[in-house]
């Protein structure tokens, strides 16, 4: 799913720029208020954010390197380069901030610990949530103007897009924003108790909202590396397209793969019509790449093999 690659790799970029200069500035924030006032939710969501900041690095190098043309030894392209960067950046949210927060929160909650003045911490939090939110803006924004050319609802193309960096992204704020909720929850609840419990649960809570996160863009990147299919609504329209051409018979077999973000090979066997001379079959494959093309921006590369079924005879 995508538009064209140009296209597509400067939007992207955009986003995850947006998405990692607000990372930056909010772990710093949090990090800050976490170390005065003692809350393992703060330092959870600064270690949050600071992974996050790793993750839009790692996905401004696979939008960089999965846009690069293709060559001798990579007739492909390389845009499955995007796929392996968007796994380590997923990799890291689940290292670096599932991991810390979980161990962390376990920490406080069997030995306790002494919150200082939370007010900072609450100022924090409301602005993160602000800067957050209009990072999410951004990304969902994107998110809907593609889902539009598609005619899909934005959360059933975020589930299906090989546009990994946008994925990443839209996952990643969104669970910000929740962990956002989260953390101010859980200094409010071990401020009216005086018990250091809730901010210890909430640090837990926030840990595993991150590693829900992080398996969900791990197991999405592993699909589109093993080479997951196109889309069935782009699957259908392909076929339509080859089945609408006056030369072709039926499609014997049609394949389809993610080559890489928003790049789809397509791989066809035609049974042509018995009466299309060898020129005419020719000529048919060459108006059936142009027409794929043009209608599916996406396709890439088209492979069509001439296969002639066999027919009852008489």
């Known amino acids: 799913m995508g538009e064209r690659p140009a296209e597509k790799g400067g939007e992207s970029t955009g986003t995850v720029l947006v998405a990692g200069a607000a990372n930056l500035a909010i772990a710093l924030a949090k990090l800050i208020a976490g170390l005065f006032s003692g809350s393992a939710a703060m330092l959870s969501e600064a270690a949050h954010s600071a992974a996050d900041t790793v993750t839009e690095i790692l996905l401004l190098v696979a939008i960089r390197r999965s846009g690069r043309p293709a060559d001798r030894r990579r007739p492909f392209g390389y845009g499955k380069a995007g796929f392996v960067w968007a796994m380590f950046a997923a990799v890291a949210t689940l290292v670096g901030g599932a991991g810390f927060s979980v161990t962390h929160g376990v920490h406080v909650i069997s030995r306790g610990e002494e919150l200082g003045n939370l007010v900072p911490s609450y100022i924090v939090l409301a602005v993160s949530f602000v800067i957050e939110s209009l990072s999410f803006a951004k990304a969902y924004g994107q998110l ?7 005619q899909l609802h934005p959360v059933r193309l975020v ?9 990443a992204v839209v996952f990643e704020d969104a669970a910000a924003l929740a962990g956002l909720v989260i953390a101010g929850g859980g200094l409010l609840g071990s401020q009216l108790t005086g018990s250091a419990l809730w901010d210890g649960l909430a640090s837990v809570a926030i840990g595993l909202l991150l590693l829900l996160a992080a398996l969900t863009l791990i197991r999405a990147n592993l699909s589109l590396l093993i080479g997951q299919a196109a889309p069935p609504s782009v699957e259908t329209g392909i076929r339509g397209v ?3 051409q006056p030369e072709v018979e ?9 080559i890489g973000p928003g790049d789809v090979l397509v791989a066809a066997k035609i049974d042509f019509r018995d009466e299309a001379s060898a020129a005419g079959v020719e000529i048919a494959c060459d108006e059936v790449d142009r027409r794929l093309r043009r209608e599916f921006p996406v396709v890439r590369l088209v492979f069509l093999d001439p296969t002639p079924t066999r027919r009852p005879s008489g």
């Open 159 to 167: 589930r299906i897009t090989s546009d990994t960096a946008l994925k």
């Open 242 to 244: 080859l089945l609408a």
């Open 250 to 258: 039926d499609v014997v077999e049609l394949l389809t793969m993610m």
């Open 144 to 150: 809907r103007a593609e889902a539009a050319r598609y």
